[in-house]
Structures are given as C-alpha cells and as structure tokens.
C-alpha cells in the first residue's frame, strides 16, 4: 500500500515558532505553592534527544547555507531554569521506567521493574498524585501516548512488584478515582489468561466515563465527571500512534492535554502527569526520525501547559524531564566524521513500526523480491540502491574531495557496503518464522529484538545523517529538568532524580 506523504510535517514541525516564555524569575517571597502543576516526562529523553530534536529544527531552517545556525527552538528550552538528575536506581546505572518513574513520583529508589514499592515488596509508597489529591483535593490527570497502565503513568497510582502485572495496575487505576486519564489503551484488559473481568466494564460499574472515540472526547466537559479516554486510532500494541503516522486530523498528545486542561480547571488545584512514551520506544528500535517527531509532539504538549501558564502565571508550575535516556542516541557517527546531514532525516515518512506492520508483514506474506522492496526503501525512506546514481554519488565525492565510497558527501545513495548490508537484512527477515525463541550476538548486535530489514534501514539513515545509536536499551546519563512557574528556582543545579518528588512535596506542602 502506498505512505502518505509527510515530509511536510518534519518542515512545519521544523518551522514552528515556539510559544513566547516569560523569562523573569520570580522572587523568592512571592511563591506560593502551585496550584497548578504539570509534569511531562519524556520516556527516553534526555540531552541527546531534546538536542538532536532542537538542531534538526535548526537544519530544516538552515538548509543551503554556508554558515550553521541554531536557536532554542523547543518551548522547553525556553524555560527560564534548567538542572540536571541522576537516574540510577537500586538494580543499575542504566534504570529501567518503572523504577525511575517511581522516584519522580515518591521520591524513593527501588529495583527496576518494581512500582513504588521497596526493594524487598514489601512496604508502599504514596505518589505525589495520590498525597495532591488525598490531602490538597487536587484533580488529578494521567496521560501517555503509550498504554495507560504502562510503568510510568502506572508509578503515579499503582504500587506493584512488578511492571508486567498489568490487570493489577488497571485494577488499581480504576480504584485510584483520579479525574482524567488519557492515551494509549490497557494492556490484558481482561487479565494475562483473558479470563478476567474487563478492566474498561470495571471502569464504567466505578463511575468512569469510557471514550473511544474522538467525537466523544472532543465532546468531553468537567461536567462529565472521571473519564478514561481511550485514543480512536491505536497503533503497535494499542499505544497511540507515533506522531510521524498521524493522519490530518487525529489527535496528538497536545491535543489530549488540551482537554485535560479544560476538565480538569477548578478553583482547588490540579496535577497532571504527561508521558511522552513513544520516545523511549522509538529510541530502543533506534528510529531517530520517529524520535524526533515525537519529541516534537511532546514539546507541542508543553505547549499547551505554557498558554495555560500565561493566563495564570503566578499559580502554575511546569516541570518538563526524562526518566531516563534510551538507545545511547548520539549527534555524530564515524562514517560522517565531524559533519552532520540531519536534513536526511526529513525523507522518512513512516516510523519503523508502521513500516513494519504496514509493509513487511505483505513482504513476508508474498515472498516479495528484493528489487520491489527497495523500491519502498526509497520511496518511505529516501534511500538509493548504488547503481540508481552512481555517477551523481562519485560527482558529490570528488566536489568534497572524499572517497566515492564515503557517507561523508551526505547523499542518500548507498555505498555497496550499506547495499549489501541491506540485502543481508532482508534476507534475514524473509528467513524468519517468527518462532525463532533465541538469536546469537551477532544477530542481537545488528539488529537487537527488531525486524532485521526495517532497523537496518533506520541504521542507515541515522548514519548517513550523521546520527547513531550505541544500544536497544537504556543508558545512565542523566536528564534534563525544565522548570517555569510558581517555584521553579528550586529546580536548578545537579541532583538526584527522587529530588523532583522532594522539592514537589516540599512546595505543596504534603506530608
């Protein structure tokens, strides 16, 4: 079947000018606690991605001329404090979501895959949401472009052993009585056997009101009472879909917030938790295209929060961090030494999973030559089969005085070593049954636990934009933290992770 066309969207997104951010401190006298707070955290995000994401921008903008530029082109760059957290947490150096999202939200380590609670499963510990609530009256908002009961929403009202007890994490969500919940779908709605009660029926019999569709979320008022609002179109593992495959007119995650906003504004307070999730999995499939255009859409999200920000500036407070960071995403590859062709990455018009269930699953299924599917490569990707431009590729070298066979002219033509690379790729996932229980480390090392020919393709244009990935997994370094608003000078300077739930407590005022 044939992609839409989207590059449009990378060079809109690329040319969107960010929202004004008032950049005056406010004295230290006059805070208040915040009466309204947001907290967005981008699964997976740390400086490489916010980066790669804000120099992309910059490319699109610059492209053709001779002189670099670069200006902050994120609404969270804006922001007029920035600190930096540790994420380690009790299992590793490299954590995982469930543990670092249990100490943003409780201020509490724990081992990874563990969901506030104590390294021996035995103590609980209360969010941040749950004290706002309990003991503020604050509403209380939980939204994920990923599923619902997902480790990190599930770390601001669950409190599991382990991340991968999704009914349970469902049952707990019902019984949290937050006010809005928003995004992906649950997962084992109906248990891991499937022989449980419906987690959506369980929802509805506590006094929820289920949406599934857009016109019912567009319709969606305060007055309605909680609401779960489940996104229409649901992608790979019933997550919303990555912003790079949205079709003209779904909703994003901003716009999803957007709503939140309006039902959730009170007189009282509220708190609203935003997870960025498809960041971290585009980053683990080593897709920097997806990363960045859902880097975006987070970036969109906060957006909203600012416009709400401005018509209660002394009121909000906005907090903008990662969990952790994902895929060892780096500006800069061997092949393209100290140049970078970002703007490559505006030729790709469907992210890996789409590619995937899209394409491949009809590749598979039709035992599809390799010439047809290099013909999708190019048009989804931009990539070029040596022989379609070889002439044009050797005149690109001898302009730059490289090598023909070098990526550093930046052109989109494969070298026959990419080529050849490509075709083994191919030929792995047409072997594949998809029984396979186990691979050995070569294949792990090229291809991780991915389809071999769409992770290849996504190699191959990160590098020859002059971008790689080092792993499928998480990495240690730490994050970022924006802040703007009633309290942000507390977020500056170097600090552990559990201190964003710690200065948080410390504002409001929770026991």
């Known amino acids: 079947m044939k992609a839409k066309k989207i590059s449009a969207l990378f060079l809109s997104a690329a040319m969107m000018a960010s929202l004004a951010v008032p950049q005056t401190a406010m004295a230290a006298e006059e805070v208040s606690a915040p009466k309204y707070i947001f907290l967005f ?9 916010i980066q790669t994401t804000n120099y992309f921008k910059s490319a699109m903008e610059d492209d053709g001329d001779e002189i670099l530029t670069s200006q902050n082109n994120l609404n969270m760059m804006n922001f007029p404090v920035a600190g930096s957290a540790q994420t380690y947490d009790s299992t590793s150096f490299c954590p995982d979501s469930a543990s670092t999202a249990t100490s943003i939200s409780t201020g509490h380590k724990t081992y ?52 991968n007890n999704y009914y349970e994490i469902g049952e707990e969500m019902i019984a949290s009585d937050f006010d809005y919940f928003a995004g992906g779908g649950l997962k084992k709605a109906t248990g891991a056997e499937g022989d449980q009660k419906d987690l959506y029926e369980l929802a509805e019999e506590a006094g929820y009101k289920v949406i599934r569709t857009q016109a019912e979320a ?64 585009a980053c683990h499939a080593n897709d920097a295209g997806a990363t960045i255009t859902d880097t975006v859409a987070l970036d969109e999200a906060v ?14 407070l906005i907090l ?17 030494d100290y140049d970078t062709f970002l703007t490559n990455l505006s ?20 035992k599809t030559d390799f010439d047809t599917v290099m013909a999708d490569v190019t048009e989804l990707f931009g990539l070029q089969a040596p022989e379609e431009n ?27 070593y990419e080529y050849n690379k490509l075709k083994a790729a191919y030929e792995e996932t047409m072997s594949r049954t998809g029984e396979e229980e186990e691979f050995g480390q070569e294949e792990y090392l090229l291809y991780g636990s991915y389809e071999p020919l769409t992770v290849t393709i996504t190699h191959i244009l990160n590098n020859k934009s002059g971008i790689n990935f080092a792993s499928y997994a998480h990495t240690g370094l730490p994050v970022e933290v924006f802040a703007m608003g009633s309290g942000q000078e507390d977020f500056g300077g170097y600090y552990d992770n559990t201190d964003i739930y710690n200065k948080l407590a410390a504002l409001t005022g929770v026991e």
């Open 218 to 281: 567009e319709a969606l008022t305060g007055e309605d009472g909680k609401a779960i609002v489940i996104d229409e179109t649901l992608a790979d593992d019933d997550a919303m879909s990555y912003a790079m495959d949205l079709e003209e007119g779904e909703w994003g995650l901003a716009d999803y917030v957007e709503k939140g906003i309006e039902v959730l504004d009170n007189d009282t307070g509220f708190f609203m938790m935003v997870e960025g999730g498809k960041i971290d999995w």
């Open 347 to 366: 030729n790709q018009k469907i992210s890996y999973a789409k590619f995937d269930s899209d394409y491949v699953t009809g590749y598979k299924e039709n």
């Open 390 to 416: 070889a002439a044009e590729a050797s005149n690109q070298a001898d302009s730059k005085d490289v090598h023909p066979e070098s990526e550093e002219t930046g052109t989109l033509v494969m070298t026959d």
């Open 320 to 336: 903008v961090t990662g969990d952790h960071e994902t895929g060892g995403l780096t500006i800069g590859f061997a092949g393209t």
């Open 41 to 49: 955290i981008g699964d997976g995000m740390s400086y490489p991605q």
């Open 112 to 163: 990874s895959g563990t969901i506030n609670m104590d390294e021996k499963m035995e103590t609980s510990y209360e969010t941040i949401a749950e004290k706002l609530k309990a003991q503020l009256g604050y509403k209380i908002g939980i939204l994920s472009s990923v599923n619902l009961n997902h480790a990190t929403p599930a770390a601001f009202y669950a409190h599991q052993a382990s991340r």
């Open 303 to 316: 957006g909203k929060a600012v416009e709400f920000y401005n018509e209660h500036p002394d009121e909000t």
